[in-house]
């Protein structure tokens, strides 16, 4: 049996960070640790790292009932009132932000202060969206879909700047520009998007395409390996989308050739090594 386990498979630079992160504040910090939020949509990290004490504050309303310590903030990023906000109520801020939606906090702040309109495609609801408003300095509108791109309007003659959730998918962030590009107000448009999101799920397919079985790991709730389970799917019928080892029934991949595994970006490499090592071993 030849199994090939995905380059790209499981955590992306940010959320490796952000988890090294809450493991290096738990070597060496003598206070309590916190995380704004899920660290990561992974139950067996997060019950890990409760287990070592790090505790999910889910809101602001949350952290009078608490002792003060350190309060992580995950990758998603989150607005300058929130940081202020847990600064104020006496949390010393560790800042896991990825770097590359820091950038897009970075972008939205200075645009806004230059008077522009900030546009940011993506999920209004989504807690990078969220956060990435909370830096605008000025107006901000949300664009999420073909209708409000269409509906899109700004009395003024402003210019607009426009940036995208950094997991958007391109060819629909192209089509939403296309659309607002075409309503003659002055626009510069940056692709924030994070290519680790696509290279994964090409990956995937490519991976999928030649193999006989593929096995897919990631949370029941990660919408990323969703898609993945998808792609693969797609690809190779005998698709297994499974969360850890002990979901996958191992007897029925014992005829097959070719086995791929990928895994979603939440996924700790134990987990992704421990089915690998033990898919070999049939
Ligand atoms: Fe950062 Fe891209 Fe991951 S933006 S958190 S490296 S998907």
Redesign the pocket.
């Known amino acids: 049996m030849n199994v090939t386990l995905a380059k790209t498979a499981g955590?992306?630079?940010?959320?490796?960070?952000?988890v090294d992160t809450v493991y290096n504040q738990i070597q060496k910090a003598d206070v309590p640790i916190y995380t704004y939020g899920s660290i990561i949509h992974n139950e067996e990290v997060v019950a890990d790292l409760q287990q070592k004490g790090v505790r999910v504050v889910e809101d602001l309303s949350q952290l009078c009932a608490l002792k003060p310590g350190i309060m992580i903030i995950r990758?998603?990023g989150v607005s300058k009132e929130t940081i202020s906000a847990i600064e104020q109520a006496g949390f010393t801020t560790v800042d896991a932000t990825?770097?590359?939606?820091k950038k897009i906090h970075k972008i939205v702040e200075e645009q806004s202060k230059e008077g522009k309109h900030i546009v940011i495609i993506g999920n209004n609801s989504h807690p990078?969206v969220e956060g990435t408003k909370g830096w605008v300095d000025g107006p901000v509108t949300v664009i999420e879909d073909v209708e409000n791109s269409q509906k899109f309007h700004i009395l003024d003659k402003k210019s607009v700047c426009i940036v995208a959730q950094?997991?958007f998918n391109y060819n629909k962030f192209q089509e939403l520009v296309e659309i607002i590009s075409k309503k003659g107000y002055d626009i510069s448009v940056l692709n924030t998007i994070?290519?680790?999101?696509e290279e994964r799920q090409a990956e995937a397919a490519e991976l999928a395409e030649k193999s006989d079985a593929m096995i897919v790991i990631g949370g029941k709730h990660s919408s990323?390996t969703q898609k993945l389970f998808e792609i693969s799917k797609k690809e190779c019928e005998n698709t297994y989308y499974i969360q850890t080892l002990s979901d996958l029934d191992l007897q029925k991949l014992k005829s097959v050739r070719n086995v791929g595994i990928t895994a979603g970006?939440s996924t700790p490499n134990t987990i992704i090594q421990e089915v690998f090592d033990n898919v070999r071993r049939i």
């Open positions: 955590f992306c630079f940010g959320v490796k960070r952000a990758s998603h990825c770097p590359f939606v990078e950094t997991t994070c290519n680790a999101t990323n970006a």
